[in-house]
């Protein structure tokens, strides 16, 4: 009975239109959990190549090739989140990882992007990766 409420509590949450902008947080918490954390941990650690979200993930949209990098790694691009769902993940893993690396007035992310950059999914992402971090200057 319990996993009967559960399921419905679950699918009317992953139904529930967007309340505010392109954040309904707890989909986006619950969609992380699902989908993600399994490889990212729950607090953004990673490890065992994957590389740590945590205080780290808001140096990417500094620039726009890092904007975009975010979408198409495959994580990302090939995830079976639709495109504003993954545009959710990826602002809550932001807001919730983010910490001092995220810019003053960073900008979320929008569906319409997420739909154009998810189509190129990056294949070779080490190097790319670390092409990028030489690019925005960033450290890990
Ligand atoms: C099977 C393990 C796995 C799962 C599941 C996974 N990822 Fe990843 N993720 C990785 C690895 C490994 C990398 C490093 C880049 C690469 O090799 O693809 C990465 C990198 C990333 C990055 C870039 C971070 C950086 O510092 O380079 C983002 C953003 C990301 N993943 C988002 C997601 C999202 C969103 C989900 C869930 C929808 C997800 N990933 C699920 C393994 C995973």
Redesign the pocket.
């Known amino acids: 009975m319990i996993y009967r409420c559960l399921f419905v509590f679950i699918s009317l949450l992953t139904s529930l239109p967007v309340i505010s902008g392109e954040m309904n947080e707890v989909r986006a918490k619950y ?2 959990q699902m ?2 954390q ?3 941990t729950p607090k953004g650690i ?1 490890g065992r ?5 945590k205080g ?2 808001g140096h ?1 949209p500094k620039s726009q090739k890092g904007r975009e ?2 979408i198409r ?4 691009a090939n ?3 639709d495109n504003l769902q ?1 545009a959710e ?2 602002n809550w ?1 932001i807001k919730t990882f983010g910490e001092d690396s995220v810019e003053e007035g960073w900008r979320p992310y929008e569906t319409e992007e997420v739909a154009n950059y998810r189509q190129n999914p ?1 294949m070779e ?2 190097e790319y ?1 670390k092409a990028l971090l030489r690019e925005l200057a960033v450290q890990e």
């Open positions: 969609n992380y989908f993600c399994g490889c990212h990673g190549g994957v590389p740590k979200i780290f993930i990417f990098y975010l790694v495959p994580g990302s995830s079976v989140l993954l993940v990826l893993m990056l992402v080490e990766r």
